[in-house]
């Protein structure tokens, strides 16, 4: 499974991600492309409002890295945290 397909499975949203050599303890809002934008025109309304919103809003899929990571396997993952601490999913993405 590509790290795209996990993060169009994952529902996670209350977990920080680490992404091993990308980033360390983030949150962010939306993981991929939302589902409910279906053309090229709603997903410029989106990235207009997200850079408008910058303060309130974070996108993985914006992050500059991640073109270059999304489609490579997951190698593995993990969720750590819990009772008082702050949950965090791991993963490890195989090398291009």
């Known amino acids: 499974m590509t790290i795209a397909e996990f993060f169009t499975n994952y529902n996670g949203r209350n977990a920080l ?11 962010y809002e939306y993981y991929t492309i939302p589902c409910w934008i279906k053309g090229e025109e709603e997903l410029k309304e989106f990235l ?5 919103k910058l303060y309130s809003q974070s996108c993985l899929f914006m992050e ?7 489609d490579r396997e997951v190698q593995r993952w ?19």
């Open 17 to 27: 991600i680490t992404i091993e050599q990308y980033c360390e303890e983030e949150r």
């Open 78 to 96: 993990n969720i750590i945290g819990g009772s008082g601490y702050p949950m965090e999913l791991t993963i490890k993405v195989a090398e291009s």
């Open 64 to 70: 500059p890295w991640w073109n270059e990571i999304k």
């Open 48 to 52: 207009a409002e997200y850079n408008q």
